[in-house]
């Protein structure tokens, strides 16, 4: 039956939404996840999907698999949203389900957007339903679900990750919107550059909708021209994504940034300062100096100056908070840091080394005297000793006795740590 309303609500919604997918054949990215005959393909086109978690950045497909699981999959689908349900909704969702169960021998799919922000109560009211098979659970979020989930939840779904979307994909999604008729913008005559649709794709930084949403904003305030085009140009494109496009070309773009890298790594203070202008100024986003500035903190600085690790988070938190252009002064204060600072990459060797034998020594055993529980055998490790009640420290085995004699970080002469004397623990 037409409903007017309903119609009207169609028209009026977000490009985003009337573009989303609603089958697997239309949708775009995790091409690591969906494949011919990849596992979670195989589960919804068979409808034999089971409780599942989908994570990652926004805008990147989690929503759309569930919606087309819905599309897909026979049953009753629920959908609530971890912002604002509650326990009771949740409760008669399951009642609902089980009666389903019981009577018809129907599945229920409960979808929950957001499902990070339930708290303990409420993730503990359906773990009963999920564990029995009264419900199928499937969330979305863009927290890592093994942090900020309850644990029992997590144990009892298959979790998937989702990263950001290519260029290409986003491109593909862009003409998408354009030519289709009944969704899009295919009724219209639209020209957009081939400059401002790269743009678009980049600035998007892997966020469909945010593309989506400059896309719309620029056919809404473009007017057509005498030929009754809507011409979208790279200016056009800048004002709508609320982002100046780089000047420089995409392998230009990644020597600077590798430029910048080594400047800090070399010590160069005016040369790293420079890199870092012209990638601010090329359209750069901040948070990637910040970011760089981070690893690069303990990668090869490291233990000669801890400080320059705090130095790089701290510019990191200025970018978030204060944003361009108030937090070029705090960048450029972190940057000249880590340049004078004393470098060291002990803690890059100690990493690779510890990592090495982590592969290949998979089968080492605890010794008995860490063990969080008694062991009957018999290791000649003796009891845990309590380092403070020995003054701080004691010697003691704490390495598996295949790596007993294992030395992993290796003070170097440089700043601070040429003063460290390491306390290196023997098996007794």
Known sequence: MFDLFSENVKQFAPLADRMRPKTLDKFLGQEHLIYKNSFLVR????????????????ASGKTTIANIIANTCKGVFKKLNAVSSGVAEAKAIID?????????????FLLLDECHRWNKAQSDCVLEAIEEGSIIF???TTENPY???TRAIVSR???FEFKPLSKQNIITALNRAINDKERGYGELKIKIEPDALNHLAWASAGDVRNAYNALELAVKTTPANKSGVIVIDKQTAEECIQKKAVTLDETTYYDVLSAFCKSLRGSDTEAALYYSQKLLLSGCDPKIIARRMIAHASEDIGMADSNALLMAISSLIAVKELGMPECELNLSHAIIYLC???????????KNLAKE??????????????KNHESGINDKTGSYKYPHDFGGYVKQTYMPKELK???????????KEKNLVRKKLRNV
Do not use: H, W
């Open 138 to 140: 499937i969330g979305s």
């Open 96 to 108: 609902e389900a089980r009666n389903n169960l019981k009577l018809y021998g129907t599945k229920t």
């Open 357 to 370: 034998d982590a592969k290949n020594f998979i089968d080492a055993q605890v010794p008995n005297n860490l």
């Open 43 to 58: 589960a919804i086109t068979s409808g034999s999907i089971g409780s599942c978690i989908f994570y990652g950045p926004p």
């Open 157 to 159: 779904c298959r979790v």
């Open 147 to 149: 942090i900020n989930m």
């Open 340 to 350: 004078e600072a004393e470098k060291s990459n002990s803690v890059l060797i100690a």
């Open 405 to 415: 004699d294992r030395v992993y970080y290796k003070p170097s002469s440089n700043g």
